[in-house]
């Protein structure tokens, strides 16, 4: 079973950029889907995005246009590029895999996640 990291979370202010990270181990990613999802306090978990074994993205509404997921297989990395980030988007980080060959866009359910990494947008 694929273990998964997430880094890259932290405290920014708003308008600015990160770049979350979700590290793979114990086998390649190159038959899962990845998925980012979010839980801000209080509320459900939300999915952000994910990416399919073809490299095919797909992002909520919300996200699209200020985030962008992409992968690197030879890093078994996938990462989530935020930008024009605002307190709406604190929230704990999670990313998820799943060895599925079709697309992910209706995808919510996976088998693998992560520990999750903090992202807090305050002034």
């Known amino acids: 079973q694929v273990q998964l990291v997430e880094s890259g979370g932290g405290l920014v202010q708003p308008g600015v950029s990160l770049r979350l990270s979700c590290a793979a181990s114990?086998?390649?990613?190159?038959?899962?889907?990845i998925g980012w999802f979010r839980q801000a306090p209080g509320k459900e978990r939300e999915k952000v995005s994910c990416?399919?074994?073809?490299?095919?993205?797909y992002y909520s509404d919300s996200m699209e246009g200020r985030f962008t997921i992409s992968r690197d297989n030879a890093k078994n990395t996938v990462y989530l590029q935020m930008s024009s980030l605002n307190p709406e988007d604190t929230a704990v980080y999670y990313c998820?895999?799943?060895?599925?060959?079709?697309?992910?866009?209706?995808?919510?359910?996976?088998?693998?996640w992560g520990q999750g990494t903090q992202v807090t947008v305050s002034s």
């Open positions: 998820a895999a799943r060895r599925i060959s079709y697309s992910c866009r209706t995808v919510y359910e996976f088998d693998s």
């Open positions: 114990g086998t390649t990613l190159d038959d899962y889907a």
């Open positions: 990416i399919s074994r073809d490299g095919r993205a």
